[in-house]
């Protein structure tokens, strides 16, 4: 019997940080995603659980922001110019020709 792995798809799921679906830093999006719940119903929740602890659950949010990887496969693709298509700066010194010394005015 052969299973077909796809290395890219865990075999369980990930608590994760969407990119393309955050208010702030995606924290209840992400909860939303990995209980399949409404996105807006998490944060309304978050919100009561707020004032039902007299802001003690906003202590939560940054430890969970610092917790919770970025879900890098759901980013678009950029659009616009390249990185390409500006030129670096060229400083002196830094492998660019430099000119010789002037000779001294008379």
């Given at each position: 019997?052969?299973?077909?792995?796809?290395?890219?798809?865990?075999?369980?799921?990930?608590?994760r940080r969407p990119v393309d679906d955050r208010m702030v830093?995606?924290?209840?999006?992400?909860?939303?995603?990995?209980?399949?719940?409404?996105?807006?119903?998490?944060?309304?929740?978050?919100?009561?659980?707020?004032?039902?602890?007299?802001?003690?659950?906003?202590?939560?949010?940054?430890?969970?922001?610092?917790?919770?990887?970025?879900d890098r496969g759901a980013a678009p693709a950029p659009t616009?110019?390249?990185?390409?298509?500006?030129?670096?700066?060229?400083?002196?010194?830094?492998?660019?020709?430099?000119?010789?010394?002037?000779?001294?005015?008379?």
């Amino acid at each position: 019997m052969t299973q077909n792995v796809n290395p890219a798809v865990p075999p369980y799921k990930q608590l994760r940080r969407p990119v393309d679906d955050r208010m702030v830093a995606g924290v209840c999006s992400g909860i939303a995603r990995y209980t399949n719940l409404d996105p807006t119903a998490v944060r309304a929740l978050y919100a009561l659980i707020t004032v039902l602890t007299w802001g003690t659950a906003l202590l939560a949010y940054p430890v969970l922001w610092f917790i919770m990887p970025e879900d890098r496969g759901a980013a678009p693709a950029p659009t616009g110019p390249t990185p390409a298509a500006y030129p670096r700066p060229v400083w002196p010194g830094a492998n660019a020709p430099v000119s010789p010394p002037h000779p001294p005015a008379a």
